[in-house]
């Protein structure tokens, strides 16, 4: 593991510092860029605590490893809540077909898969923004919302892409601690809102807790606080949600309330490194984001066929939902076994506390080729795994088993 100097660790220590500015600690930059839990420096700009943990939120810390000479391989992969089965067939073969025509632009290809989900969520195509991933479209949303400042409002713990890119631009955060079972608490959230909120962001299911909050609650809430406010609900894992009460806000649309709604094409489609999201809002909201950058200028010409063909594969969808259920009931069973309390996940991983610290747990997973997340929440540790195929979970059980 790279070793930091007495300089080094003093700066650090007497304040939070941009892993993305520390273009004079070439150390700990080539440990940012190679670090071995896979995903943790997806969200930038990050800063550094002063026990050097990634600083994610004032209740969450995240753990890293510095980078290692050897690098120790990762061949279980349980980190970045990938769907292990995509992506299906059909987009493979859409792509392969689509391929030879690379050289166009896709203009009128991308109208129609506008087309496509305009009528799957009840809307005209004018309430659709296309991105190269939901990402993507949460982040330009926080550009041109919060280039004059203001403040955005949301859950601790949440995804933290559009939070960072509303800070790095000079909002302030309000950071609402979610309720004891880790859902969103509502009415602390409308409370926060003030003359300076500018947005309000909702991950439902929650990431990285997995939790879910009532979608009749959350709707009653989007329909009265949008009128006051835009509400962000991004629903990037809802199609993996068995059993819970769960609806996407999208029918508010139609009711025309300031309410946006991002989707992905990188969970139940398994299509994460081909990069297709949407975000569904009313017209005007979307005029304001077209006048600094247009969303479907990042999508390649064969991701519109990958998903495109996506859509229509209800098999694999179905299939998908399917194993990752079984292969988190399985996780469960053996968790209960082991005595660890995990939150009830309705996404594709589940979060729960660790026995020992977080940065050791990563170190002897790594060395068992297995990537996971560990955090610190609320300053105790917790492992944060991404669920794989039955066969992957085995090996992470196993593996947990031997190391806590």
């Given amino acids: 593991m790279t070793t930091f100097s007495t300089n080094r660790r003093d700066a650090l220590k007497k304040g939070l510092l941009t892993l993305g500015g520390l273009a004079a ?3 700990l930059s080539e440990a940012a860029s190679r670090t071995i839990n896979d995903g943790a420096f997806a969200d930038a700009p990050l800063s550094l605590d002063p026990e050097l943990r990634i600083f994610r ?3 969450v810390r995240e753990h890293y490893l510095e980078a290692a000479a050897p690098r120790p391989k990762i061949t279980t992969k349980l980190s970045s809540n990938e769907n292990p089965y995509g992506p299906p067939m059909s987009a493979q073969e859409a792509i392969a077909e689509s391929a030879k025509r690379g ?3 896709a203009w009128q290809e991308m109208a129609d898969l506008i087309d496509k989900i305009a009528k799957k969520e009840g809307v005209t195509p004018e309430h659709i923004m296309m991105g190269p991933g939901s990402s993507d479209l949460l982040e330009k949303t926080a550009l041109v919302l919060f280039m004059d400042g203001g403040n955005i409002v949301s859950a601790d713990p949440c995804y933290m892409s559009l939070v960072n890119v509303a800070k790095s631009v000079g909002a302030t955060w309000k950071a609402v601690p979610c309720k004891a079972d880790w859902s969103h608490d509502l009415k602390a959230m409308e409370a926060a809102i003030d003359k300076d909120t500018k947005l309000v962001y909702i991950c439902n299911p929650n990431n990285p ?3 879910l909050t009532s979608g009749k609650e959350l709707l009653d809430f989007c329909s009265r606080v949008s009128e006051k406010v835009p509400i962000f609900v991004d629903e990037a894992y809802i199609e993996l949600a068995v059993g ?3 609806q996407s806000m999208n029918t508010l649309l139609a009711q025309n309330k300031n309410v946006i709604i991002a989707r992905t094409f990188s969970k139940i489609m398994g299509m994460a490194g081909i990069r297709v999201g949407y975000m569904a809002a009313q017209p005007e909201f979307l005029k304001k984001i077209q006048k600094i950058t247009r969303g479907g200028m990042g999508v ?3 991701s ?3 998903a495109n063909a996506s859509m229509d594969d209800m098999a694999f969808q179905d299939t998908t939902r399917k194993l990752n259920h079984e292969a988190k009931q399985f996780l469960y069973a053996n968790l209960d076994k082991m005595g660890y309390k ?5 996404t594709n991983f589940v979060i729960f506390p660790i026995n020992i610290p977080g940065k050791e747990l990563l170190g002897k997973m790594t060395a068992k080729g297995i990537g996971v997340k560990a955090y610190d929440i609320q300053d105790k540790p917790w492992c944060r795994v991404s669920i794989g195929t039955m066969d992957e979970m085995k090996l992470f059980v196993d593996a947990l088993q031997e190391v806590s």
């Fill in 57 to 59: 939120s004032p209740m």
């Fill in 300 to 302: 390649s010409y064969t």
């Fill in 103 to 105: 050289n166009r632009y």
């Fill in 342 to 346: 995990y939150i009830p996940s309705y």
């Fill in 25 to 27: 600690l070439p150390q």
């Fill in 209 to 211: 807790t997995g939790s």
């Fill in 304 to 306: 519109i066929f990958a």
């Fill in 244 to 246: 819970g009460d769960t």
